[in-house]
């Protein structure tokens, strides 16, 4: 069974940085890649950044210069270096693992507030 979790949220003032983390256990066969969505109070998720199986990244636009996505190994553990954050960074970041099916973690909140 699969589990994806995320950690590192938290309160941060504008222009601050945090790092995301997350870490998947158990075998995820085949493996396509994994990446971060966000949620903003009554929104739907939207992608963040992505990183193939490969090695390719992909970023919103709205974030590119600002964070990076990375991984340790060649998927269990990846993080999401937030540089710059700004209020609008509010959200509720999701990790996600994709194999046969998409794996998501529950969530780890990060508020930019000062």
Known sequence: QVEVVE???G???PGGTLRLSCKASGL???YYGMGWYRQFPGNQRAMVAEIKADGATN???AVKVRFTISRLNAYATGYL???ALKEENTAVYYCYCEGS???WGQGT???VSS
Do not use: E, W
Request: hydrophobic letters at 35%; aromatic letters at 10%.
């Open 7 to 9: 950690s590192g949220g």
């Open 59 to 61: 970023y919103a636009d």
């Open 81 to 83: 270096q937030m540089n």
């Open 101 to 103: 099916r998409t794996f």
């Open 109 to 111: 909140q990060v508020t």
């Open 28 to 30: 995820i066969s085949p």
């Open 11 to 13: 309160l941060v003032q």
